[in-house]
C-alpha cells in the first residue's frame, strides 16, 4: 500500500529541498521566495487534506437526531388517528395525506437524503477554498518564468530600455525553468491529496482542472529548456 497512495510528509520534504536547492542557486532570486510560500502552502493543505477524511461528527448527529424524530412523529400521528376508527374513504385518504404532509414538513422526513448530502457539500467547498490558494501559487509561479527568455542567450538580442533583466547563462536559464517546473509539479501532487481523501466526483474534477492548469504551464517551460539544450 505504500507505493499506493501519495503521501502528505514526503511531498512536503520534497518542496522543502527544493527551497534548500533554489536559495543555494539563486540566493537572491524572488523565486526564492515563492519557493517558501510553497513549502508553507503544502504544510496547511496536507493537513486540511487529512482533515477531510474524518467525518463531520456534529453533522451526523443532526441527521440520526433528525431521523429519528421523523419516525417518532410518523408512529405518533399513527396513534392519534387509527384509520380503523375513521369511518369513511375518504377520510382515510385525507388522513394519510396529512401523515405524508406532516412527515415532508418535519427534518427527519422527505430532507433526510439531503441532509445526508449536506456532509458531501461542506467538503467540497472546503476543497474549493483551498484549491483557490493553489490555483493562484501557479499562477504565482508561472509569472517568475515569463521574463526567462531564450532568445536573451542570441548573441544578436538587443534589449529595450524597458526590458527587464535577462539572465545571459544557459545553464543558470536552465536550472532556474526547470526549478519553476518542479514547482508546478509539486502543486499537481498537493491538489491530488484532496482527490485522495474525498472520494467526490466534483472535487476530483476541481483537482483535475488545477494538474492540468500546472502541467499545460509546465509544458510551457519545457518548451524554453528545449530551446536553450539546441543553442548550446
Known sequence: MR??????QLIIETAKRLEERVAERFPE?????????LVSLSRDLAKAAKDLEAPIWWLRGV??????????MFLLV???L????ISGADDAVQSMQGIEATQHGHPGGARLPGA??????????????????????IHVIDMHQLTKDPAALSADFKPTPHSPARMTNAADLARYLDYCSEMLSITGKIAALFAQSVNDDVVIHGVNDIENLSSN???????KITLIEDRQ
Open 116 to 137: 445526508i448530502r449536506t456532509e458531501e457539500r461542506i467538503n467540497r467547498k472546503k476543497v474549493f477554498r483551498q484549491l483557490h490558494g493553489l490555483r493562484s501559487l
Open 63 to 72: 441527521i440520526v437526531a433528525a431521523f429519528i424524530a421523523g419516525v417518532a
Open 82 to 85: 387509527p384509520l380503523d376508527r
Open 78 to 80: 399513527g396513534t392519534i
Open 29 to 37: 532570486a524572488g523565486l526564492r521566495g515563492v519557493a517558501g510560500e
Open 3 to 8: 507505493y499506493r497512495m501519495l503521501d502528505s
Open 217 to 223: 504551464l509546465s509544458r510551457k517551460i519545457w518548451q
